[in-house]
Every structure is written in structure tokens, then in C-alpha cells.
């Protein structure tokens, strides 16, 4: 499954809910997080410092399991 880079945080974990363990491995809380709505996932990991490419690969790992 290929994630798009412009999907929304909370629309992501909405579709996947499993994939809210990769988000706290990472220290992010977009569960508790009101800019997770309308922030990309783009645009939440660069504000955390996190690679983009290395999240998701480890995404698409959570998501095909």
C-alpha cells in the first residue's frame, strides 16, 4: 500500500488504527493532537524532525500486517 504524503494524521489513524503504535514509538501524540485533523503526514513528521522516507517505510509495514 503506497500512503500519500498529503494524507491528514487523523484520517490516516481513522483508516488504520494500528498504526497509532508507530506514531508513539515516535513521541508523537496525534491521538490527543487537534492539528492532526487538518495536518498532513508530511507536514506532522517534519515539524517532529522525522524522516519521512523511514516512517514510512515502517508505515507500510504496519499497514500490510
Known sequence: MKIDENI??????SKWPETM??????NMGCQE???AEYETLKQGLE??????NQFIQE???YIKE
Open 33 to 35: 493532537c487537534m492539528s
Open 47 to 52: 515539524a517532529h524532525g522525522i524522516n519521512f
Open 21 to 26: 503504535e508507530l506514531f508513539q514509538k515516535y
Open 8 to 13: 491528514s494524521i487523523g484520517d490516516l489513524i
Open 59 to 61: 508505515l507500510e509495514e
